[in-house]
């Protein structure tokens, strides 16, 4: 049974950072494509960052990128997402997502085989 366990959620005032985690149990992490969503109440699900099964392919959505940065740890079956420089539009729920080798990097929904249960992200002005 696939698992995935986010934590680092919190309450941060803008400017501010948060780092949250991802533990994955029940596949094989490192050839497991691993990505992060966000949704804000009254909206849909959105991509905002992936990493390869190859830690050296990473992806983000533009309104984060430069100030977000994707990680994995293979040995910890962790995928990491530290959040700097945050803004009140940030605020989210934040669900990690896992993509089987042959689905593609979760960039999009369709890609995504499985998905943790959330955090809460809330970033007060």
């Known amino acids: 049974q696939v698992q995935l366990v986010e934590s680092g959620g919190g309450s941060v005032q803008a400017g501010g950072s948060l780092r949250l985690s991802c533990v994955a149990s029940?596949?094989?992490?490192?050839?497991?494509?691993m990505g992060w969503f966000r949704q804000a109440p009254g909206k849909e699900r959105e991509f905002v960052s992936a990493i390869s099964w190859d830690p050296r392919n990473t992806y983000y959505a533009d309104s984060v990128e430069g100030r977000f940065i994707i990680s994995r740890n293979n040995a910890k079956n962790t995928v990491y997402l530290e959040m700097t420089s945050l803004k009140p539009e940030d605020t989210a729920v934040y669900s990690c997502?896992?993509?089987?080798?042959?689905?593609?990097?979760?960039?999009?929904?369709?890609?995504?085989?499985?998905w943790g249960q959330g955090t809460q992200v809330t970033v007060s002005s």
């Open positions: 029940g596949l094989t992490f490192s050839s497991t494509h």
């Open positions: 997502a896992a993509s089987v080798p042959g689905r593609g990097v979760p960039r999009s929904t369709a890609n995504v085989n499985y």
